[in-house]
C-alpha cells in the first residue's frame, strides 16, 4: 500500500483525522461485538474489523498503529475515487466517513459523486443521510456525520 503524502506522520491532516476517526471510534483494548448486530463483525481498538476474533485484547500502542495504517488505506480509496481537489478539512471527513462505512460505500455514494461532480454543499450535506447501521439510527452515528458535514463544507460560504 502506498502512504499518502497528506498523511505524513506528524504532520497537521494526520493528526486532524486521527483526532475525528479516533474521537467516534473510541478506543477499546478488548474485541466486543458490532453494536447493529449484536455479532460479527468484531470490533477492536479505534473501530478495527479486519480478522478481529472474540477474546483479542490489544496494547495502546498497537491500537494506535493500527489506526494509522488503517487511515493510510482508506486515504489511498478516497484518493482514487475523488477526482476534484480536496481543502484538508473536505479530504479528512471523507476519510472518516469511508473508515466507517468501507471504502466501496463511501466511493459508490451520493456524497462522493456529488462532489466530483463540483456540487459539493449537496455532496456534504449528503453525509448527514448516512445515520443508520443494520436499518437502525444511531445517535453516535448522526453526530459523527454532522461533525463530518461541518469539515466537509469547511470554507464554502
Known sequence: ??????????GAVAAMTVALVGGFEGLR???????ATK?????VCYGETKGVQPGDH?????????????????????ER???VQLPDKRYVALISFAYNVGTKAACNSSVVKLINAGATKQGCDALL????AAGVRFPGL????????????????
Open 39 to 43: 455479532g460479527p463483525p468484531w470490533t
Open 58 to 78: 490489544y496494547s495502546v500502542a498497537q491500537c494506535k498503529a493500527m489506526l494509522e495504517d488503517s487511515l493510510q488505506e482508506y486515504a489511498a480509496g478516497i
Open 1 to 10: 500500500m502506498q502512504k499518502s503524502n497528506r498523511l505524513k506522520k506528524g
Open 81 to 83: 475515487c475523488v477526482t
Open 142 to 157: 448522526t453526530r459523527r456525520r454532522v461533525k463530518e458535514r461541518e469539515f466537509c463544507l469547511d470554507g464554502i460560504g
Open 29 to 35: 483494548q478488548n474485541a466486543y461485538p458490532d453494536p
Open 129 to 132: 443521510k448516512w445515520d443508520r
